[in-house]
């Protein structure tokens, strides 16, 4: 059923991976064992075949929708046990309104797993703070694709080193670089959406 | 000289037939009126509820009703005139007329000594409006770089002034600050010698945008009815990204843009009945593989050709886009990319085409080289646009009869007479003989636009600015570098 369950979340079909997670909870399999080998798993399959170019963008995104119809019949039988990979903030910085990016970056983060929590276009450094000290996730995320608003990305990373010491951040846009991030003190730089999701692994180990 | 900037009319290339741009026309009155478009701008919301369209300020919706969008298009203008500083720069854009130019606001150039990527600056803003004023096939300037080496309140006011201090074409772009747009106008009206002037020969206008999908949002608005109230022209550009930001199906894309950019117009229309809007695209699709946004689509050029359908068949001008290439220096993919996009645009009659010179990288890179080898491009392009024109002494049957079976035309008054206008005549291509071109130093196409490139910015001397007006410019704008 394990292998059932991969095979239908590869393949994008959300009804196959409820019907196979359903009958592998009759069949007494441990919901955390239905997430590690099957769902989880899978989405790692799904970002390799992405990075090689074999799956585009929208069937790894509905693969992803595929996993999350499987989550949410385990989800609730985890009994307290965290199920997500890790939490994650996200948004874009003032003045800046571009979101198709971060909207990709949060996509993939979901679908491997990360519980995100997206504060949209045009946020704060107040925002970003509030919603750290609400959600107290590991890391926060910041997306600017103007040179104008990376002045307010600079800011918010700043605040967020102050204010919220234990959170990671990790910076991404099309003007942002790894030397721009070392500049303001940012814990990662990612360029595009896989590596997104890489570095948001390695910043919560 | 003719008084206006040579003019071509495309419109040979439709990418879909008649009726299927009433189809679209359709489809869109229909999202206008059910589905509607988020106004996140209070005051642009209150003009559509005051003017009758139905709002729904909580949710920030406004639908658009047919009666609406039909005054609008009956109300904008079907021809709008884009001067230059000098009037043989003058751009008249209506029906098919096509001209090509510069696009961007990128952050970086690939330095003409050194062939390195580097931040661009405001001797590149200077620069490339000198190569716009330089090169015969390059109609306009929209702005196409962001100055680095500035302080961002003095960005505005040193893109617009650098540019018209290096070129005496059309000058159009985006603005970052109300002030900045505020000091645009003012140093512009400077120029011309006060705001009537301006307005009667307007040789600056402004770009404001449309969030794909269907989403009109705060600041940029506000620019945008700034603009209008002041009178100066403007352009309401969509980008939807045809699979990301708009339908992967090219019509729904079109279909989106449509919407999007005539609820821009109608608002305009709304604000001040006649103001010169033009109908706006700058659409492409996302890649599938890498998720990034593509610049030298083919595809790119399809949804382009036909939003000019669309604008078309409103009897109203188009700012679109063609030209770009997403190569990282101006090599062979560079060239065809560039091409085949120019060309599809170009031969589809859109009246405004920018972003086509110098473009590299998603939009994010300017060459000087290959702004050169573009100019080359577009002249290929509005070769095509200028077709084949028969008539009697075109088809010259007297002339073949003359020559009869066997003869040749090489030396005949009629090639003499005509060959300037029938043959394009390339710059940047080499035609040489293997043998010419090694002793020449087998430069490759690159190269050869380099020593051109260098050769405009050392040499050309564009009209620039009175010495008592530049330090009137200068005083008043401190900030101006
Ligand atoms: C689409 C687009 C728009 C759309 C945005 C629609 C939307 N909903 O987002 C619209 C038309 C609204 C727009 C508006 C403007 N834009 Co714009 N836009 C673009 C464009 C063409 C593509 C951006 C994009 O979506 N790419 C696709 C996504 C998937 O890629 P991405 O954003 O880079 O994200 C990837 C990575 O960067 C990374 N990443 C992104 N975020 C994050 C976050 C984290 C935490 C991590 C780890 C990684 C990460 O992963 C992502 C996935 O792979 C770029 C050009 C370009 N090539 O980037 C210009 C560009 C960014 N825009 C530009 C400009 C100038 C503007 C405007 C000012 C134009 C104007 N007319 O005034 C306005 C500004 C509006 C504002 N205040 O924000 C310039 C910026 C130059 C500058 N001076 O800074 C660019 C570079 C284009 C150009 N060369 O002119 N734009």
Known sequence: MIQEIYTKVLAGESDGVRSAVQKALDEGIKPSKIINDALIKAMDEVGAR???????????LIAAEAMKAGLGLVKPLLEGEAYAVGKVVIGTVAGDLHDIGKNLVTMLLESSGFEVIDLGVDASAEVFLEAAGKHKPQIVGLSALLTTTMASMEATVKALREKAPGIKTMIGGAPVSQQFADEIGAGGYAPDGASAVDLAKKLIQ | MSKV????QGGSNKVFPGDKVKEIHEASVHLMEKVGVKVHNPRARQIFADHGAQVDHGEAIVKIPRSMLEDAVAAAPSRVLLCGREEKNDLVLEGTNTYLGTGGTVLYTLDLDTGERRPTEVRDVAGYAKMTDALENVAFFVINCYPQDVATEDVDVNRFYHSFANTSKHVMGGIYTMEGLKDVIR????IAGGKANLLARPFVSFITLIMSPL???VTYT???????RYGLPLTTPAEPLAGATAPVTLAGTVTINNVESLAGLVLA???????PTLYGTTSSIMDMVTGTYMAGAIESALINAGCAQMAQYYEIPIYATGGMSDSKIPDC?????????AMIVALAGANYIHDAFGLLEFCTTLSYEKMVIDNEIVGMALRAVRGIEVNEETI???IIAEVGPGGNFLAHRHTAGHVRKEFFFPRVADRQMRRDWEASGSADTAARAKVMAEEILREHRPLGFAEDLEALLRKNYAGIK
């Not at chain 2, 900037?5 to 071509?8: D, L, R, S, T, V």
């Not at chain 2, 140093?187 to 400077?190: A, F, H, K, R, V």
């Not at chain 2, 993919?333 to 996009?341: C, H, K, P, V």
């Open chain 2, 269 to 275: 229309q709304l604000i001040r009945k006649g103001h």
């Open chain 2, 5 to 8: 900037f040579q003019q071509y």
């Open chain 2, 333 to 341: 993919q560079a060239g065809y990319e560039s091409a085949a996009t």
């Open chain 2, 396 to 398: 010259a049957a007297d």
């Open chain 2, 187 to 190: 140093l512009s009206e400077e």
């Open chain 1, 50 to 60: 992405m990075k090689s170019g074999e799956m585009y963008v929208p069937e790894v």
């Open chain 2, 222 to 228: 506000d620019f945008l009815m700034e603009i209008v």
């Open chain 2, 215 to 217: 989403v009109m949002e």
